[in-house]
């Protein structure tokens, strides 16, 4: 059990309890994708990023093989990263609209981004194994987090489901059935713990190509559920 949030991000680096993934993120980093051969490719579990007592927590769903998994931080280097990251900028998340490299001088404000598992898939497809194995680390992320964080949003359908049940584990009470997910979802839990807060957990399509691309997800989206999250954070002001 990590102590603190920098302790779990240095702890998680080590991490090789998946034995797929390991390969992968491994293959990956040796192959490397024609754009990055001159790079170094991270090729390990990639931490969560953003303060330890982030307000504000994003769950996506896994590392990309040649954005995460090569830069070393979470949504960072490929085109999910530059939809997020610009829209947390828009919304007052982040102090810059890019995010393309560990030292590019990205800050989250408030916010904090990590994923239910923390190595780079094949196919951005992890099994339910996988997200077991790793759903350790979230439940000691959210733990914490509980302190500070008062809201969250959830990139995508695969996120939601692996998110409640560490919820559930960490403190906070999910109503049965769960709550399903949708963009623009919205549900409010109360705190399972004496003198505990409540969390407002909001859904929003996955910044993907294929949402991207398709026109399911547009920027305008994405701004509008962070907008709302980070108000009922207490990172914006209420309208
Ligand atoms: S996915 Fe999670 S549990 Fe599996 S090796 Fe990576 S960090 Fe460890």
Redesign the pocket.
Known sequence: MCRTIAELDHE?TE????PR??AW?EQVARDKRAAFRDETYWGR?VPSFGPGDARLLVVGL?PAAHGGNRTGRMFTGDRAADVLIAAMYRAGLANQPTSTHPDDGLRLLGTRVTAP???A?PDNK?TPG?RD??R??LDTELQLLRPSVRAIVVLGGWGWQALFPALAESGWAVPKPRPKFGHGAHVTLASAVPAGAPLEVFGCYHPSQQNTFTGRLTPAMIEAVLVSAATAAGLRPRP
């Open positions: 998680i991490c090789r309890a998946c993934l390991v993120r579990p896994a598992v923390h190595c898939p992890p996988e194995n790793c350790h680390w």
